[in-house]
């Protein structure tokens, strides 16, 4: 899509006149919703598939398994059933699909009309799954709730950055992983209220109230008004001055609507943005923006998130007080994460992930050891002391994957891509992560079941990996200017110089021409003179 969906960034260190108005206001409740609803669907699956009551109606194999107890099965393996882990796992596979048809409506349709389908797919898979009566009513429900996160991740944040003041900008962007977060530990919460509910309908309203969130999106999407990029894109010039005035508060918006014409033209002129992105040039900002998204869930995050219930109950936790301590992780996920809205952009990007790193890979390492010597295959139920012990661990864990993998892994490459390609970028970037959430999703009860407390090695194998990654690999962005990157950042880095380097003139660009664009030189974030 054009990347004039992020011209109100200061392109040449330019501040344009903004005041925070209601309509911004209501903007920001609107990335609440749409982040909470896809949180709420991280949350709700453990805690629902730990409930003894929805096994028995879905999952009979898995209740029976559980209700032996450990005399009969290892504890590990309670839960490895490929049905139970579809269930969780649907739900990111549509997502997926679904981004690639978001990224043509988002263009097309426009940002509005995108959050509006998401709403409607949420309301209806929701209605799905809190009325199932098979295991095909719950599986098509969570098929059609991701859809509507596949549709929302793309549109909600190119929404927001196309509505925020550029001074905002950054901090709404982690204020959409905060929401993430307390969508999480909303869901906790309520599995844990439902759970006590007698009667077998618990598991019902535990998915059925996924239906506030999507209707607060909905209601959402037909209040707002269409970005001003989105209707310039569109051609619909007046009307897009109109708003822009509208939500900056101020009719001095020429400058801004200027900047955002030239990049809609800009950005119009590349015929083929996932084409442009395989070049050369851009080879950096991809390499980074596809291995922050694998790295964010090989960390095991997602282990954590959406199987806390079911790990905890794993490790001899009764049913309440693992839905409890799923309660308590959330907590911590949603704190951690306001520790870095305050310091991203203070002590920067690399010394979170860095410092993240070392308090993983340590938390990580000692639940392995408790596990190893404490819960073997057939153990019955961890003393007191250790079973608090790992849930202290978990929650170090938990909280250096909150200010740091979790907001950076949206941040980096969405503030990392030039223009050009910025669109085409966040598409590949939500794509990976759902690939990588899905296979996570599908395949980490069975890892447990044949890995053990080896998990945790292999979880901790990978948090090893990325922060070598980071220290040799990932470039400070730390207060640089979005459009400068290519000059301040890859141009001055010792290994992705080289993709910027200008001894290999390509014949594309020996006429100056970029993509039927006559280039000055030195445009927004790339350079015209690197080999493709
Ligand atoms: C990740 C999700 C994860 C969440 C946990 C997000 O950044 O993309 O997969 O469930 O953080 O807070």
Partial sequence: MAGGGFATATANGVEFEAKITPIVIISCIMAATGGLMFGYDVGVSGGVTSMPDFLKKFFPVVHRKVEAGADKNSNYCKYDNQGLQLFTSSLYLAGLTATFFASYTTRTLGRRPTMLIAGVFFIIGVVLNAAAQDLAMLIAGRILLGCGVGFANQAVPLFLSEIAPTKIRGGLNILFQLNVTIGILFANLVNYGTAKIKGGWGWRLSLGLAGVPALLLTVGALLVTETPNSLVERGRLDEGKAVLRKIRGTDNVEPEFADLLEASRL?????????????????????????????????GINAIMFYAPVLFSTLGFGNDAALYSAVVTGAVNVLSTVVSIYS??????RVLLLEAGVQMFFSQVVIAIILGIKVTDHSQNLSKGFAILVVVMICTYVAAFAWSWGPLGWLIPSETFPLETRSAGQSVTVCVNLLFTFIIAQAFLSMLCHFKFGIFIFFSSWVLVMSFFVMFLLPETKNIPIEEMTERVWKKHWFWARFMDDHHDDQVFASGHVNGKKSNGKSNGFDPSTRL
Avoid: S
């Fill in 267 to 299: 950005a119009k002129e590349v015929k083929h943005p996932f084409r442009n992105l395989l070049q050369r040039r851009n080879r950096p900002q991809l390499v980074i923006a596809v291995a922050l998204q694998i790295f964010q869930q090989c960390t």
């Fill in 344 to 349: 991203v952009d203070k002590v920067g990007r």
